[in-house]
């Protein structure tokens, strides 16, 4: 990962950046939200994980394994809480960045009130079990996006985006220029812009 950019500037662009540079499945689904106000943006390398339905052994032994500056993301259902308070204090205190779930956690206001990062599908008090081994650090299914060891993550309440780890560069240039072309346009320029592209549009639609 030596020739990828560094990992705070890919944090400092938007989902929305990225959207011209990913195709749509490298996004997940808008169910994997944030779970918890004010989370701001994450960004760093997937440490994958399969958890068997109804089981959260896997996601446990992870938060040993990743490495600090990773965001561990898990393949596992919603029917039982994957993670709880102590769990996420764990995580948190190893310097792990946050949580992608595809599934629940439980004790949200711990969670909240540590400020530590989870982005899953909701909330469920009953937790799994620990009773199956399962892969860590294997390609996954996460929202519906396919996910590497080491793909790059971007998550934020826009949405959460899988970058290619070997894209890294390429997709990390292209948002930077539409960080930079939008950021440099006032409201009235981009109205412009967008007026005279919508009329265009609508007449080349309407002569085919």
Known sequence: MDNLPNINDISKLSPCD??????????????????????????????????????????HAAIYAAKPGDIIVAQADDSFALAGGNV??????????????????????EVREMGFPVFAKGVVPKPGKKQSIESMQVTISCGGASVRP??????????IGVIPKEQCAEVYAIALKRAQSDASMSLEQWQTKHQSLIENKLKELAKA
């Not at 997937?46 to 089981?55: L, N, Q, S």
């Not at 996420?88 to 956690?105: L, N, S």
Request: hydrophobic share 45%; aromatic share 6%.
């Open 18 to 59: 990225y959207a011209d540079a990913l195709n749509r499945e490298h996004w997940m689904h808008y169910t994997i939200r944030a779970l918890h106000q004010n989370l701001g943006r994450i960004a760093g390398p997937a440490y994958t994980v399969k958890c068997e339905a109804g089981d959260h052994l896997m996601l």
């Open 88 to 109: 996420c204090a764990i995580a948190q205190q190893r310097g792990i960045k946050g949580f992608v779930i595809d599934g629940v956690i439980r004790d949200l206001a």
């Open 150 to 159: 080491d793909d790059i993550i971007v998550a934020d309440e826009e949405g």
